[in-house]
């Protein structure tokens, strides 16, 4: 056998490969369509290379050397390190935010109150927006598109948990002496993630990321927001991508809110563990958030801001749901990471093209506090939300992060934050696979979903 036939028949191999690794995703995800569309793709090279080799002999030293050219140029554009990715900029002074302006704390607000005044005599031109978004059905109550009679509750129980759990956030003094430990904050990571956190970082808490005044709970409206601490430990707990694939029917909606639960379990017993060996911590759970946690997520090295505003991991994409714990614990911060999300998301603009509303820009960045970001209107998107009775969740659906870190995916992601080929070659496969346009459900799917029972 020359080298023609063992170059021909190992291309035939890696084709066969190729063939797997692409399966995996769609596969694992239970997307069947996705995985009928690799096969068609694959079919030309599965049986059409063999079946050249066999046929046209006095051809295959050019046929299996030109095809070793090809795939070794395609694995040096696709691994080679042409240049560091872009990261996300700050441009200039931040400034802090006040959660009374966050359109939960707005919504929060009742017509009569010395708070809605108050607010309203600061902020008169978001008044009438807001009392179009108020006028419509609530998150969880029958009128939304797709509210579903036995899958919402559950996600309404979960947010009563959450805001009954929300008291044991007030606490935050220390339980005892000092314990003295050696690698502390390697101690914290380790206990984050056997309580079940699946991404857990570091920040300094920059007090840029401490809001100034508190909106959310009645009982605190208003209040500046003082922390003693030095050091944030941020908490990222995964998504589960069958359940975000149902978007923006009931499920993703239970998904989020079970998540936000599980974050805000790891928060309070590492905040009360940190209290026990002798230090200041307070947890900051969903609703009940002193800081801004996304941002102090990319501050501890766990992502990148992302053009839907979401924070975008290495590991789980978009998927995810954050808590934190600040404290006066010694601990050592992490760095800020790029792997290439900034320049993924100026290609890819699937986001954009199936938000309903355009609530996210498909434009160019522009500087907001500071830094350089895609804009994005709570407003907009907050109205689809209730138009669907679910927390939509179509962008992190379509989002090509989203998939599983399984086969080719885990590859293509790997090779991302080394090759900008690597980035245009993900958004285009995960286009030809799962399609561009991703339509929302004419109707609320059935319950229980399919992996179920």
Same mark, same amino acid.
């Given at each position: 056998m020359g080298w023609a036939n063992v170059f021909g028949?190992?291309?035939?191999?890696?084709?066969?490969?190729?063939?797997?690794?692409?399966?995996?995703?769609?596969?694992?995800?239970?997307?069947?369509?996705?995985?009928?569309?690799?096969?068609?793709?694959?079919?030309?090279f599965l049986l059409g290379w063999p079946l050249a080799l066999v046929s046209l002999p006095h051809l295959l030293p050019w046929l299996s050397g030109g095809m070793a050219v090809a795939l070794f140029a395609f694995c040096l554009a696709l691994f080679f390190p042409w240049r560091d990715p872009q990261g996300i900029r700050i441009v200039g002074e931040g400034e802090r935010v006040d959660e009374r302006d966050v359109i939960f704390s707005r919504m929060g607000l009742q017509p009569g109150t010395p708070q809605y005044a108050e607010?309203?005599?600061?902020?008169?031109?978001?008044? @009438?927006?807001?009392?179009?978004?108020?006028s419509m059905p609530e998150l969880g109550t029958p009128g939304g598109r797709f509210f579903d009679p036995l899958a919402t509750p559950l996600a309404t129980a979960c947010f009563d948990v959450l805001r009954e759990a929300g008291k044991l956030t007030e606490e935050i003094s220390s339980l005892g002496p000092k314990q003295e430990t050696p690698d502390l904050a390697h101690l914290v990571k380790g206990m984050a993630r056997y309580l079940g956190a699946k991404l857990v970082g570091i920040a300094e808490l920059d007090l840029v990321f401490v809001y100034?005044?508190?909106?959310?709970?009645?009982?605190?409206?208003? @209040?500046?927001?003082?922390?003693?601490?030095?050091?944030?430990?941020?908490?990222?707990?995964?998504?589960? *991508?069958?359940?975000?694939?149902?978007?923006?029917?009931?499920p993703t909606l239970?998904?989020?809110?079970?998540?936000?639960v599980e974050a805000a379990k790891v928060a309070l017993i590492l905040a009360r563990y940190l209290r026990l060996l002798g230090f200041s911590a307070q947890a900051h759970i969903d609703a009940n958030y002193r800081v801004m946690v996304v941002p102090l997520a990319w501050k501890a090295g766990l992502g990148e801001l992302g053009r839907f505003n979401y924070l975008i991991t290495p590991q789980l994409g978009p998927r995810v749901r954050w808590s934190a714990v600040t404290t006066d614990a010694p601990l050592t911060p992490d760095e800020p990471v790029a792997f290439g999300v900034q320049d993924l998301c100026r290609v890819c603009l699937k986001c954009a093209e199936n938000c309903p509303v355009q609530a996210i820009s498909a434009g160019e960045k522009t500087v907001i506090?500071?830094?350089?970001?895609?804009?994005? *209107?709570?407003?907009?998107?907050f109205a689809q939300w209730k138009s669907f009775g679910t927390d939509c969740g179509l962008c992190m659906r379509v989002c090509p992060l989203s998939r599983p870190l399984v086969g080719?995916?885990?590859?293509?992601?790997?090779?991302?934050?080394?090759?900008?080929f690597a980035r245009r070659l993900l958004v285009w496969w995960d286009n030809l696979i799962y399609g561009r346009r991703v339509p929302p459900p004419a109707s609320r799917p059935s319950l229980p979903p399919p992996w179920w029972g």
């Amino acid at each position: 056998m020359g080298w023609a036939n063992v170059f021909g028949w190992t291309e035939v191999g890696l084709f066969l490969l190729f063939f797997v690794l692409a399966e995996w995703t769609p596969v694992y995800e239970r997307q069947w369509k996705a995985a009928l569309r690799v096969a068609l793709v694959s079919l030309p090279f599965l049986l059409g290379w063999p079946l050249a080799l066999v046929s046209l002999p006095h051809l295959l030293p050019w046929l299996s050397g030109g095809m070793a050219v090809a795939l070794f140029a395609f694995c040096l554009a696709l691994f080679f390190p042409w240049r560091d990715p872009q990261g996300i900029r700050i441009v200039g002074e931040g400034e802090r935010v006040d959660e009374r302006d966050v359109i939960f704390s707005r919504m929060g607000l009742q017509p009569g109150t010395p708070q809605y005044a108050e607010y309203y005599s600061r902020r008169p031109e978001l008044e @009438e927006v807001d009392a179009r978004l108020r006028s419509m059905p609530e998150l969880g109550t029958p009128g939304g598109r797709f509210f579903d009679p036995l899958a919402t509750p559950l996600a309404t129980a979960c947010f009563d948990v959450l805001r009954e759990a929300g008291k044991l956030t007030e606490e935050i003094s220390s339980l005892g002496p000092k314990q003295e430990t050696p690698d502390l904050a390697h101690l914290v990571k380790g206990m984050a993630r056997y309580l079940g956190a699946k991404l857990v970082g570091i920040a300094e808490l920059d007090l840029v990321f401490v809001y100034s005044h508190r909106g959310r709970r009645p009982e605190h409206y208003g @209040e500046p927001v003082q922390l003693p601490h030095r050091y944030a430990i941020v908490i990222g707990v995964e998504m589960d *991508s069958r359940m975000v694939n149902r978007a923006p029917a009931a499920p993703t909606l239970m998904e989020s809110a079970r998540e936000y639960v599980e974050a805000a379990k790891v928060a309070l017993i590492l905040a009360r563990y940190l209290r026990l060996l002798g230090f200041s911590a307070q947890a900051h759970i969903d609703a009940n958030y002193r800081v801004m946690v996304v941002p102090l997520a990319w501050k501890a090295g766990l992502g990148e801001l992302g053009r839907f505003n979401y924070l975008i991991t290495p590991q789980l994409g978009p998927r995810v749901r954050w808590s934190a714990v600040t404290t006066d614990a010694p601990l050592t911060p992490d760095e800020p990471v790029a792997f290439g999300v900034q320049d993924l998301c100026r290609v890819c603009l699937k986001c954009a093209e199936n938000c309903p509303v355009q609530a996210i820009s498909a434009g160019e960045k522009t500087v907001i506090r500071g830094v350089e970001r895609w804009d994005f *209107s709570p407003e907009r998107c907050f109205a689809q939300w209730k138009s669907f009775g679910t927390d939509c969740g179509l962008c992190m659906r379509v989002c090509p992060l989203s998939r599983p870190l399984v086969g080719l995916y885990r590859l293509l992601r790997w090779a991302m934050a080394r090759s900008p080929f690597a980035r245009r070659l993900l958004v285009w496969w995960d286009n030809l696979i799962y399609g561009r346009r991703v339509p929302p459900p004419a109707s609320r799917p059935s319950l229980p979903p399919p992996w179920w029972g």
